[in-house]
T-cell receptor, first 112, second 111 residues
């Protein structure tokens, strides 16, 4: 079964803690993306990667970090510098030059 | 900065009605306009993609139109069913090949 998986489905973060959200795809897509979704707002791009070992900041990268060591994996770390991390996080991927994106099921991050 | 707006934020209609969801955008140089569906607590599923050179696309009971001159797209759902209840998001692909998103319209179809 080809697709994009995100884990965990729910994640709880304590004050001052870094947490990492997993995103894996077996679609052989070159590009991967992380979005944040808040109620009443459109998706906002956090980071994206067009190729292994390279990634670019999106519109709201502050307080987040990523790595792209493997084509199929694009983990997102929410650092303690992100003061309002509560949101629904969506990972997506696309083939090179594609004009649409394919989404994972999302991870909901909550602050304790 | 380009913007995409979806009005209304929520819509409730009886089953069987035909309905139209609206999407407006400020970018005059879009590559395409896309409609997605999102069920509660889930990821997004692509419904329709309209290239900037096209006027409309159809898939089953769904029809999406694009009017670049007015900066508008509509998603028409025929003979609505309770299973159509979801949030519908539109997004335009800009000149940087990035998707610019609307906030979505939450649709409830009452049996």
């Amino acid at each position: 079964d080809g697709g994009i998986t995100q884990s965990p489905k729910y994640l709880f973060r304590k004050e001052g803690q870094n947490v990492t959200l997993s995103c894996e795809q077996n679609l052989n897509h070159d590009a991967m993306y992380w979005y944040r979704q808040d109620p009443g707002q459109g998706l906002r791009l956090i980071y994206y990667s067009q190729i292994v070992n390279d990634f670019q900041k999106g519109d709201i990268a502050e307080g987040y970090s990523v790595s792209r060591e493997k084509k199929e994996s694009f983990p997102l770390t929410v650092t303690s510098a992100q003061k309002n991390p509560t949101a629904f996080y969506l990972c997506a991927s696309s083939p090179r030059g594609a004009e649409t994106q394919y989404f994972g099921p999302g991870t909901r991050l909550l602050v304790l | 900065k380009q913007e995409v707006t979806q009005i209304p934020a929520a819509l409730s209609v009886p089953e069987g009605e035909n309905l139209v969801l609206n999407c407006s955008f400020t970018d005059s140089a879009i590559y395409n306009l896309q409609w997605f569906r999102q069920d509660p607590g889930k990821g997004l599923t692509s419904l329709l993609l309209i290239q900037s050179s096209q006027r409309e696309q159809t898939s089953g009971r769904l029809n999406a139109s694009l009017d670049k001159s007015s900066g508008r797209s509509t998603l028409y759902i025929a003979a609505s069913q309770p299973g159509d209840s979801a949030t519908y998001l539109c997004a335009e692909l800009d000149s940087n090949y990035q998707l610019i998103w609307g906030a979505g319209t939450k649709l409830i179809i009452k049996p």
